[in-house]
């Protein structure tokens, strides 16, 4: 029996990739095209993106020349995931509730990341985000640059409304990249969580809304302790650019 299941899986795996048999079952185009994305999304996720296009194909139960029909390249397979796994998810309501101001900014920040998990915390995210940023590829530098500037930047500004209005050192100032690495430790322990719970499975990750209420409330408070030394150093600044040229080069 063992002998007969082994050719039977041979004969299987050789009909799968035999260029003389018709090409599986024939479905709608948009049908096949989806088909072969979530397929993609799961095959990176597992494989990272030096998986084959060969292997994913053998997956799908097609043929490669049939994969190639509908994403010409490898490349272009890869920038399709990366557009329904990032980009397509992506909702332009969460940098509108971060600027909205009739909430306090803890419960802003809470319910943000609250509903920003949905998205990004899922698993196939994760990894395959990770399996993007050890291979170096732009397409995950590029939505870092979309973090910074639709998220990062709109905290920062909140951060500085709601716990210290209109400050004089404050006014007119563009966001610093000190600010800017102070969001980052929020935001990077939030997605490090993602990383134990999906990657690392790991046990000692605790129910997420506490987890989520935990680090806004360190955030906010460390924020409280770094703000005056900012204030300070943006005070400086401004004085040295109010300086004549003359003044300067004493």
């Known amino acids: 029996m063992p002998a007969k299941r082994k050719s039977s899986s041979r004969s299987l795996t050789m009909h799968l990739v035999s260029p003389n048999r018709p090409e599986a079952q024939r479905l709608d185009p948009d049908i096949r095209r989806q088909q072969i994305l979530e397929a993609a999304i799961s095959y990176f996720a597992e494989a990272g993106f030096a998986g084959q296009t060969r292997e994913l194909s053998k997956r799908i139960g097609v043929t490669q020349s049939l994969l190639y029909r509908y994403y010409p390249s490898k490349q272009d397979l890869i920038e399709a995931v990366f557009d329904a796994v990032f980009l397509k998810p992506w909702d332009p309501k969460w940098t509108k509730a971060l600027r909205d101001r009739s909430k306090p900014l803890r419960e802003r920040l809470i319910v943000f990341y609250s509903d920003y998990a949905q998205t990004a915390y899922r698993p196939e995210w994760i990894r395959i985000y990770m399996h993007a940023g050890l291979a170096g590829m732009g397409l995950n530098r590029n939505y870092l640059q979309i973090v910074r500037r639709r998220l990062l ?44 719970k999906n990657i690392f499975s790991s046990a000692e990750t605790s129910d997420f809304d506490l987890r989520t209420a935990d680090a806004v409330d360190l955030f906010l408070a460390g924020a409280l302790a770094l ?12 004085s040295r650019r109010g300086q004549t040229p003359e003044v300067q080069s004493r």
């Open 153 to 196: 930047h709109v905290m920062c500004r909140e951060l500085r409304a709601g716990l210290f209005g209109d400050h004089p050192a404050l006014r007119g100032s563009a966001v610093t990249g000190r600010e800017l690495e102070m969001i980052w430790n929020l935001h990077g322990s939030m997605f490090y969580w993602a990383v134990r």
């Open 227 to 238: 703000y005056p030394k900012l204030f300070k150093a943006l005070q400086d600044q401004k």
